[in-house]
């Protein structure tokens, strides 16, 4: 059975990196046709998308982070990680990281994308 | 980009009756394919969000047929036919259109009265 850990610093300074990594185990991240995400909810607040990787290791981000953010897939540690760069207090928030699985095909390609498997979510704070 | 919003945001019910949960969103999403591409998850408390439904009325694996979606286009429906215990937490829609960038909406919060 698959599982996603995220794992990363707690504690992150204003101006400074936030890195994370989502380990998954019990599949492979280079499955053909599967995405990799990361979304995150500020305490209290609603599920923000960030950003996803395809098996491939193309990338989309959210508009809203475009600048700030790099998504990468290790596939000798079977891992993907998130880089967010000159973090504020605003980037306070639990990160999950999920994967988008495709649900439908038609004729053996894939049409439809869901969040299928979540890691539990790590919690990064932005404070000095 | 595609705004989705959620109405209410705050749902009290009461066990055994049922419940509705509206989603809107700024852009049809109704593919040319004829399947609408949204979907709704369940954040219970102190859990990850978990799929519910998919391509807008498909339940995923798993989830008890007491939670329906309908709708099309731009207005969506979530329907759980009788509130029971487990249901309480936050459930959100996602527009799945423009896959892999995604928008959730806010998030509506279902507990007991």
């Known amino acids: 059975q698959l599982h996603l850990q995220e794992s990363g610093p707690g504690l992150v300074k204003p101006s400074e990196t936030l890195s994370l990594t989502c380990s998954v185990s019990g599949g492979s991240v280079t499955r053909t046709y599967f995405y990799w995400g990361w979304v995150r909810q500020p305490p209290g607040e609603g599920l923000e998308w960030i950003g996803s990787i395809y098996y491939s290791g193309n990338t989309y981000y959210s508009p809203s982070l475009d600048n700030r953010i790099t998504m990468t897939l290790d596939t000798s540690n079977n891992h993907f990680s998130l880089d967010l760069r000159s973090v504020t207090a605003a980037d306070t928030a639990v990160y999950y990281c999920?994967?988008?699985?495709?649900?439908?095909?038609?004729?053996?390609?894939?049409?439809?994308?869901?969040?299928?498997?979540w890691g539990r979510g790590t919690l990064v704070s932005v404070s000095s | 980009d595609i705004v989705m919003t959620q109405s209410p945001l705050a749902l009290p019910v009461t066990p055994g009756e049922s419940a509705s949960i509206s989603c809107r969103s700024s852009k049809s999403l109704l593919h040319s394919d004829g399947y609408n591409y949204l979907d709704w998850y369940l954040q219970k408390p102190g859990q990850s969000p978990q799929l519910l439904i998919y391509?807008?009325?498909n339940r995923a694996s798993g989830v008890p047929d007491r939670f329906s979606g309908s709708g099309s286009g731009t207005d969506f429906t979530l329907k759980i036919s009788s509130v029971e215990a487990d249901d309480v937490g936050v459930y959100y829609c996602m527009q799945t259109l423009h896959t892999p960038r995604l928008t959730f909406g806010p998030g509506t919060k279902v507990d007991f009265k």
């Open positions: 999920a994967r988008l699985a495709p649900l439908e095909m038609l004729r053996g390609i894939p049409f439809y994308w869901s969040f299928d498997l």
């Open positions: 391509l807008g009325s």
